[in-house]
């Protein structure tokens, strides 16, 4: 079988979309590292290391800030990028479609499922915390709805093997993102119990955060199904954060329980 290394059209070079395009790819990989560099040092506070953020305005309630973050750049803005900021919608193939509905499969359940039936430790967040979020996630979120709205995927990527592999990757990070939240839950079964307990079971014998790998996953996956630098721009910006927060939870973890178990690693299972 012959591989195309670029499945599908875009935009053509020199144009000023494609200029902003890519223009805001760049920006989006010295963001990541930014965002790494800043996370590895100190951890955005909220959750367990949630001690400086009064430094960061405003309380507001945690689920609107967590609706706010993601649904409206992940579900609203994501759709408008991806039926206005286009080509003609009939110009789109149900590869396009289907690319739009996993986006929105993960977005949807983060943005609003997850933040109604989460029991969080405390029901207010910083106002900062949440803005924080919410520019880099319009930023990421419009490139990956921009590109697959527009790119013109070849007739027979459904049988290409990054397509399918891409979207078996995506599904199997979502189940094991899921999991692991659904586990983190359970853990607070009492209602009005917000400590925070050992999780044992699953991936979580092997890493701290499971829920950070799975999404990991998830976007290696998106990224290999697209096959575009949207979707790399936005797995090393999600990577920046996991690799940061996932260490940061590990340090904690092992500091506050003196029975923690030694083998476990942060995030990737026996590397990191």
Request: proline content about 5%; some cysteine.
């Amino acid at each position: 079988m012959y591989f195309e290394p670029i499945p599908y059209e875009f935009y053509k070079y020199g144009t000023a979309y494609f200029w902003v395009h890519f223009g805001l790819v760049i920006l989006g990989f010295v963001l990541a590292l930014v965002t790494y560099l800043s996370q590895r040092v100190n951890p955005a506070p909220y959750g367990k290391h949630d001690q400086t953020a009064a430094n960061w305005g405003p309380m507001i309630p945690q689920r609107l800030a967590h609706i706010s973050s993601d649904a409206i750049p992940g579900v609203l803005w994501f759709a408008l990028i991806f039926f206005l900021y286009s080509r003609d919608q009939s110009d789109k193939e149900i590869v396009n479609y289907v690319l739009f509905g996993v986006f929105l499969t993960h977005t949807v359940h983060r943005g609003i499922i997850h933040p109604l039936v989460m029991r969080y430790k405390s029901s207010k967040v910083a106002l900062g915390i949440c803005l924080g979020a919410l520019v880099p996630n319009f930023l990421y979120h419009f490139l990956n709805a921009n590109h697959i709205a527009v790119a013109r995927y070849d007739k027979n990527y459904y049988y290409d093997l990054r397509f399918i592999l891409g979207l078996l990757l995506f599904v199997i990070g979502f189940v094991i993102n899921r999991w692991a939240d659904w586990m983190l839950r359970s853990l607070r079964r009492t209602r009005g119990c917000v400590g925070y307990y050992i999780p044992y079971g699953g991936l979580f014998e092997l890493v701290s955060c499971p829920n950070y790998f799975g999404e990991l996953v998830q976007w290696i996956g998106w990224t290999l199904a697209t096959w575009s630098l949207a979707g790399l721009v936005w797995t090393c910006f999600s990577a920046a954060t996991f690799l940061a927060r996932a260490y940061h939870n590990h340090m904690w973890y092992k500091e506050n329980f003196e029975n923690y178990p030694p083998n476990r690693k942060a995030i990737l299972p026996f590397l990191y």
